[in-house]
């Protein structure tokens, strides 16, 4: 056999290897078989994190389990085991070595944190002599019954854990326990705290927190009473979040640990058992004790500066979720709503200002800390509040906070973006009547927005009912009388009559953009539009450009924001944007549809096309009656090169 031929033959059998060996490890990943290779041995160490001594509540009885490496108590010997590297293993015990018509037990252990496992288990399984002893069929009766409920099991020696990922803030709360009323415990003076003690040398601060209770009037069951937990740890199981706890004051074990339930679309109602049994709790409303929690700050900061005037009034913050903003001559709240969770807000307080940067007080989202930040603003222009961040200290030091070099500093970077919540339009810096090429992941489509016409249009060309194009272009305009909405037709009827007049008189364009800022960064245009019928988003960011004499070049983006790699020929969603646009300006005779270009270089000078009307009527006062004379004249505030 020649060198290749050899060759060949050995890549073909390595091949046939790592495919056969990639598939035990799927199947075995997959809960593979039997753990050793006869049925009769016993391979089976049980992995050390599920070892050690147990406590659970099992049918109304405590009840503490100890697991060594080879045995469970009140199950037997461990004679096989399988794992879906997921944290649940599944483990095959006997109760009489030796004897196969013995009790089997298919124990399914979860393991959720370092302290708590959960167990589902079957009851005692004999099979006949001669029956294959293997997983399928001494875990069929478990697998196959469908009220087998999760027993929780808690650490005896547990060890508590940082509470952060469990509950983090101070929060107010109301709370009912259904079991006893309808009634619901609302005292303001009721509190969940949870805050992390930063800096400090003894961990257990921030490994508890506190629940204080206030009795209510007209509801017995209720009383004053302050209960500190230790943290167990937390797991998710879909989008139900639990969490362990352990009474730091309890001694008795049926009353001194706790499961709580949060939901991640709804995080701020709170589920708690009232026994050491998580699966009381399946949801947060059927849950035994239902609190609502409300997010409080519980330090008052004093402002120390004031915030620019025309900053105040309702804004949108592209940089975070389309953030709801509103701005005072004080303070900034800022307003969100994250994938995970139901709100979120964030208080920022002026604390002191040295040319464009000001030192804000940050009240952050859980309420247990004052940070500060420092704010740099380009002054307003149009709708538009261009800002950035800097990082977050613990010290209120303006030469500290605020120092140029805690402001990011990458090779490249650009303002963040706030937009007037109800904007007033501007004249838009590119004008004109434009034939458009389109290409990108979301293009412009023909939409009836106001229905289909009820009657015919009348004929043209001689012919009779709807008329007669010629020829359709896709058509972008800026028209109107003070250039300040965009226009967008995908499909358009471009011909006209034996007069050289628009034959399209009465179709409706698909859609209308407000200008509502503009402004150049990085060498580049930028132009946010709003859309009063955008479905996905009411703002876009479009990023324009000259090209020549009379094309254009624009790119429009995925939602309000402009990412850093968007660019006029940007069309797809690796650089942020859906659709790009090659402009081409297309004018006829009666357009009426000038050409105007502005690269916003200087955004603050105010550029408005409108019509002054003048009255002459009184010029000369008494009883003189001068003629009246109405002169429309098209006014720039700035001359400009009109081409």
Aim: charged fraction near 25%.
């Amino acid at each position: 056999m020649s060198p290749q031929c050899k060759f060949i033959v050995s890549f073909i059998l390595l091949c046939l290897f790592i495919s056969t060996q990639s598939q035990d490890e799927e199947s075995y990943r997959r809960y593979s078989p039997w753990s050793t290779s006869s049925k009769e041995e016993f391979n089976c160490t049980i992995w050390r994190p599920l070892q050690g001594e147990w406590y659970s509540r099992e049918a109304n009885e405590d009840r503490v389990t100890n697991i060594d490496a080879s045995s469970m108590t009140g199950r037997g010997v461990c004679k096989s085991w399988r794992t879906n590297y997921g944290g649940e293993y599944q483990f095959i015990f006997i109760e009489r070595p030796g004897d196969e018509e013995s009790c089997h037990y298919c124990v399914n252990l979860f393991v959720r944190t370092v302290n708590i496992i959960e167990k589902k288990e079957s009851g005692c399984v004999q099979l006949p002599k001669g029956t294959e002893r293997t997983f399928d069929n001494i875990c069929r009766e478990m697998d196959n019954r469908g009220t087998q409920q999760l027993v929780t099991m808690f650490s005896e020696s547990y060890t508590p854990i940082n509470c952060r990922s469990s509950i983090e803030g101070v929060f107010q709360f109301t709370y009912q326990y259904r079991f006893v009323s309808t009634g619901i415990c609302t005292v303001p003076e009721q509190r969940i705290h949870s805050c992390q003690n930063i800096g400090s040398q003894f961990l257990i601060s921030n490994q508890k927190f506190n629940v204080t209770y206030k009795k209510c009037d007209g509801m017995e069951w209720t009383k004053d009473a302050v209960v500190e937990y230790s943290c167990l740890g937390d797991w998710f199981v879909g989008k139900n979040h639990f969490f362990a706890v352990a009474n730091t004051k309890e001694s008795r074990k049926d009353e001194k640990f706790r499961c709580f339930l949060k939901n991640r679309d709804d995080d701020y109602f709170l589920g708690q058992s009232i026994t050491p049994e998580c699966n009381q709790i399946k949801t947060v409303e059927q849950a035994p004790i239902r609190m609502q929690l409300t997010p409080v700050r519980q330090v008052t900061v004093e402002p120390g500066c004031l915030l620019p005037e025309n900053f105040t009034g309702a804004w949108v913050n592209t940089a975070n979720i389309d953030a709801d903003v509103v701005i005072n001559s004080t303070h900034i709240v800022e307003t969100w709503h994250p994938d995970v969770g139901r709100w979120r807000k964030a208080i920022y307080i002026c604390k002191e200002q040295r040319d464009s940067r000001y030192i804000m007080a940050r009240l952050t989202v859980d309420g247990c800390q004052v940070d500060y930040q420092c704010f740099d603003f380009v002054p307003r222009h149009h709708n538009i509040i261009r800002f950035r961040k800097g990082t977050v200290f613990a010290k209120n030091d303006f030469h500290t906070v605020c120092s140029w070099v805690q402001f990011p500093n990458d090779e490249a970077w650009k303002y963040d973006v706030m937009i007037k919540k109800d904007p007033v339009p501007v004249r838009c810096p590119v004008a004109g009547a434009f034939e458009f090429k389109q290409e990108g992941d979301m293009l412009f489509k023909t939409r009836v927005i106001k229905g289909i016409t009820k009657n015919p249009r009348h004929d043209v060309w001689g012919r009779t009912g709807q008329f007669s194009c010629r020829k359709n272009i896709s058509r972008m305009a800026v028209c109107d009388t003070d250039q300040k909405e965009i226009t967008i037709d995908e499909t358009y009827c471009w011909s006209v009559d034996q007069l050289g007049r628009p034959i399209d008189i009465y179709s409706d364009v698909d859609y209308r953009m407000q200008c509502v800022g503009y402004w150049k960064e990085n060498l580049k245009s930028y132009l946010i539009t709003y859309d009063q019928l955008d479905a996905f988003t009411k703002y876009r960011c479009w990023v324009y450009q000259r090209s020549d004499l009379n094309k254009m070049l624009m790119s429009m983006s995925v939602g309000p924001f402009c990412d850093l790699a968007q660019d006029v020929d940007s069309k797809d969603w690796q650089q942020g944007a859906v659709v790009s646009l090659k402009l081409d300006e297309n004018e006829r005779e009666f357009d009426r549809c000038p050409m105007y270009f502005n690269d916003g270089e200087d955004p603050w000078t105010v550029e408005e096309n409108f019509i002054k009307v003048f009255d002459f009527n009184n010029l000369n006062g008494g009883n003189c009656l001068l003629p009246k004379f109405v002169i429309l004249i098209s006014l720039l505030m700035v001359a400009q090169q009109m081409i």
